[in-house]
């Protein structure tokens, strides 16, 4: 048998950076920020870090539209800053992974400045170009009905060269035409290896599945008979030509040894999931699912702040599903996170804010829930300090990401202003928006939370209740959440067979309020059991852990509460099984 990968057992720490550690107080945070808490990166007992995109950038969404990628964002810092970190981090034991954009770049990139100059530019089939339709009357149209990720067609004019290009995501972030093998060479070469050549350990490869377009471009069905333009990602994600295009980029990571974690939006089959990160296809190492992280949002991707009814035979369902792909079962590899950049957070949706105490009982409730389930593990950064959503109250204007305020804006303008309909708009923002992953890191009590200097302007407001939530504060508290994951990721590291590789199966899967399951590992198992309620919960535990000697490895009541028919308010128990 082969030799078990590093990244299969690993736990992998997300980095904002603007939201991280403000080094030089404007405000952002920065890489210098980075390199100065890699200690207690390190101190968490994580393997590796994920730094996202970090490369020279106008920021209409934060990064995610570069327009160079050999060159580092000026506030963030310099080329340099990014080699200091690599091998800082590797003096440490921590690999680094960056992000790698490569659907779309900026519409500042000089390859699509160089590319809307003219049609007969010799970069203009670098992007996505084609002609206008026209009504009857003269009436000018898009190519195609296609709605972009973030509203509005998914197609901008062009008035210089009169045609339209196409971008998924916001207007400024036009899709490159992975068609032209020219191009591809291109993207590998300064996207990839300039970065590859620098050590690094690996990508994480955003949009992963939507670089092979059907170029049919055919119109979607209209679902939303309001709405001009229609969201249909079946129709972009998971292309004719995908695999052949990650097999081709695979041979590139494979010369370097880096592993990549793929962003898989759209995919719910697990066959299609399988062909992605498949061991023989050498394409990726493994993918973010969304399975999980959708649980309770609404249908529809761009209206996804609309929060539906959100159950917990459906959550595990979710879980069940998508833990399949690293139990050994097939020759492929998945992810375990509730939270990353683009999510609200975990403790917000899933657990309570409600005291003190139920805030800390459910965060670690959440952390042996993802802490426990196959695939490599992902913490993005204030996670593993329980931080939680924007309060409520916040008004509108606090919101900076372009997701939220397009469809803010968007109700607006179609509802006139309704106060009511601006109003559930707000709600659904407070609850599903991406801006709370996006707060400052709270690291002390001090004003800014220790993000930035005192006086500074933080680019996004730092939320209230950093003097009570912060990692100072919880440093040297064995109660604390911090704690509770330091504990955790150790715990992890002893069990990986267990822990990152076993055999999920759940228990009960009907319950309502206590999710009960096993990882299983020839003759041993974990039995975990997970109270979703602030109410006290009767269940049976003396069948799941009969048989072998038990032990108990993490738990968030004290002492003698260990009752096994009764689980107390987000009490959440792990039981080894031998
Ligand atoms: O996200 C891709 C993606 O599928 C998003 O549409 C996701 O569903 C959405 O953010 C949820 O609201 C990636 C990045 O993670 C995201 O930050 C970028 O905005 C996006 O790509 C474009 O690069
Ligand atoms: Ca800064």
Same mark, same amino acid.
């Given at each position: 048998?082969?030799?078990?990968?590093?990244?299969?057992?690993?736990?992998?720490?997300?980095?904002?950076?603007?939201?991280?550690?403000?080094?030089?107080?404007?405000?952002?945070?920065?890489?210098?920020?980075?390199?100065?808490?890699?200690?207690?990166?390190?101190?968490?007992?994580?393997?590796?870090?994920?730094?996202?995109?970090?490369?020279?950038?106008?920021?209409?969404?934060?990064?995610?539209?570069v327009?160079n990628y050999e060159?580092?964002?000026?506030?963030?810092?310099?080329?340099?800053?990014?080699?200091?970190?690599?091998?800082?981090?590797?003096?440490?034991?921590?690999?680094?992974?960056?992000?790698l954009v490569i659907n779309h770049t900026?519409?500042?990139h000089a390859w699509f400045?160089e590319s809307?100059?003219?049609?007969?530019s010799p970069k203009r089939d670098w992007y996505i170009?084609?002609?206008?339709?026209?009504?009857?009357?003269?009436?000018?149209?898009?190519?195609?009905?296609?709605?972009?990720?973030?509203?509005?067609?998914?197609?901008?004019?062009?008035?210089?060269?009169?045609?339209?290009?196409?971008?998924?995501?916001?207007?400024?972030?036009?899709d490159v035409n992975w068609e032209n093998p020219e191009t591809r060479a291109a993207i590998y070469e300064s996207a990839m290896e300039f970065w590859l050549r620098?050590?690094?350990?690996?990508f994480?490869v955003?949009?992963?599945?939507?670089y092979s377009?059907?170029?049919?471009?055919?119109?979607?069905?209209?679902?939303?008979?309001?709405?001009?333009?229609?969201?249909?990602?079946?129709?972009?994600?998971?292309?004719?030509r995908i695999h052949e295009f990650l097999r081709e980029m695979g041979q590139i990571l494979l010369k370097y040894?880096a592993? +990549?974690? %793929?962003?898989?939006?759209?995919?719910? =089959?697990?066959? /299609?999931?399988?062909?992605? #990160? @498949?061991?023989?296809?050498?394409q990726?190492?493994?993918?973010?699912?969304?399975?999980?992280?959708?649980?309770?949002?609404?249908?529809?991707?761009?209206?996804?702040?609309?929060?539906?009814?959100?159950?917990?035979?459906?959550?595990?369902?979710?879980?069940?599903?998508?833990?399949?792909?690293?139990?050994?079962? +097939?020759? %492929?590899?998945?992810?375990?996170?509730? =939270?990353?950049? /683009?999510?609200?957070?975990? #403790? @917000?949706?899933?657990?309570?804010?409600?005291?003190?105490?139920?805030?800390?009982?459910?965060?670690?409730?959440?952390?042996?829930?993802?802490?426990?389930?196959?695939?490599?593990?992902?913490?993005?950064?204030?996670?593993?300090?329980?931080?939680?959503?924007?309060?409520?109250?916040?008004?509108?204007?606090?919101?900076?990401?372009?997701?939220?305020?397009?469809?803010?804006?968007?109700?607006?303008?179609?509802?006139?202003?309704?106060?009511?309909?601006?109003?559930?708009?707000?709600?659904?923002?407070?609850?599903?928006?991406?801006?709370?992953?996006?707060?400052?890191?709270?690291?002390?009590?001090?004003?800014?939370?220790?993000?930035?200097?005192?006086?500074?302007?933080?680019?996004?407001?730092?939320?209230?209740?950093?003097?009570?939530?912060?990692?100072?504060?919880?440093?040297?508290?064995?109660?604390?959440?911090?704690?509770?994951?330091?504990?955790?990721?150790?715990?992890?590291?002893?069990?990986?067979?267990?822990?990152?590789?076993?055999?999920?199966?759940?228990?009960?899967?009907?319950?309502?309020?206590?999710?009960?399951?096993?990882?299983?590992?020839?003759?041993?198992?974990?039995?975990?059991?997970?109270?979703?309620?602030?109410?006290?919960?009767?269940?049976?535990?003396?069948?799941?852990?009969?048989?072998?000697?038990?032990?108990?490895?993490?738990?968030?009541?004290?002492?003698?509460?260990?009752?096994?028919?009764?689980?107390?308010?987000?009490?959440?128990?792990?039981?080894?099984?031998?």
């Open positions: 048998t082969q030799e078990t990968p590093w990244w299969k057992n690993a736990t992998i720490y997300q980095i904002y950076p603007a939201s991280y550690k403000d080094s030089n107080g404007d405000g952002i945070g920065d890489l210098q920020g980075i390199l100065g808490q890699l200690d207690y990166i390190k101190s968490l007992g994580v393997d590796a870090i994920w730094i996202c995109p970090h490369y020279d950038s106008p920021q209409h969404d934060m990064g995610y539209d327009a060159a580092v964002y000026a506030p963030y810092g310099t080329v340099e800053d990014v080699e200091a970190i690599i091998e800082a981090s590797h003096k440490r034991g921590l690999r680094v992974l960056l992000d900026s519409d500042e400045k809307r100059l003219s049609k007969t170009w084609r002609p206008a339709k026209y009504d009857a009357d003269g009436t000018r149209r898009p190519p195609n009905n296609w709605r972009g990720f973030f509203g509005g067609s998914a197609w901008e004019w062009d008035e210089a060269t009169q045609e339209y290009y196409l971008h998924l995501f916001a207007v400024q972030q036009p620098k050590g690094i350990d690996g994480r955003d949009t992963v599945n939507m377009k059907d170029q049919s471009f055919r119109d979607a069905p209209v679902i939303d008979p309001k709405n001009e333009f229609q969201l249909d990602p079946s129709l972009f994600c998971n292309g004719p040894g592993c +990549t974690v %793929g962003e898989l939006p759209a995919t719910p =089959e697990i066959v /299609d999931v399988l062909k992605y #990160v @498949s061991a023989k296809e050498q990726l190492s493994m993918v973010f699912q969304f399975d999980i992280v959708d649980s309770g949002k609404g249908r529809d991707l761009q209206y996804q702040t609309t929060p539906r009814n959100w159950t917990l035979p459906d959550f595990r369902e979710r879980v069940r599903r998508t833990q399949g792909l690293s139990d050994g079962s +097939t020759d %492929g590899w998945s992810t375990s996170f509730l =939270e990353n950049h /683009d999510q609200a957070r975990s #403790v @917000s949706r899933w657990g309570s804010e409600k005291t003190p105490e139920l805030w800390s009982l459910s965060a670690k409730m959440l952390a042996m829930l993802v802490g426990t389930l196959s695939g490599t593990l992902y913490v993005y950064q204030g996670q593993e300090i329980g931080m939680v959503n924007a309060p409520e109250d916040w008004p509108i204007s606090e919101y900076k990401d372009l997701d939220s305020l397009n469809y803010y804006n968007y109700v607006k303008e179609q509802t006139g202003n309704h106060p009511i309909a601006l109003k559930a708009t707000k709600t659904a923002l407070a609850h599903l928006a991406r801006d709370h992953a996006r707060l400052p890191m709270q690291w002390d009590d001090t004003p800014n939370a220790g993000f930035s200097t005192e006086n500074a302007k933080t680019w996004m407001r730092v939320h209230d209740n950093y003097k009570t939530l912060n990692v100072e504060r919880q440093t040297d508290d064995p109660s604390s959440v911090l704690s509770f994951w330091r504990e955790l990721l150790r715990i992890r590291h002893v069990h990986p067979m267990l822990f990152a590789q076993g055999v999920f199966k759940d228990t009960d899967p009907s319950h309502e309020s206590v999710f009960l399951f096993e990882k299983i590992s020839d003759d041993q198992k974990l039995v975990v059991a997970l109270n979703f309620t602030g109410e006290r919960q009767s269940i049976d535990l003396t069948e799941p852990l009969g048989g072998g000697s038990r032990k108990t490895l993490l738990k968030n009541y004290e002492e003698g509460s260990e009752s096994l028919d009764i689980l107390q308010p987000y009490e959440g128990r792990v039981y080894l099984v031998e």
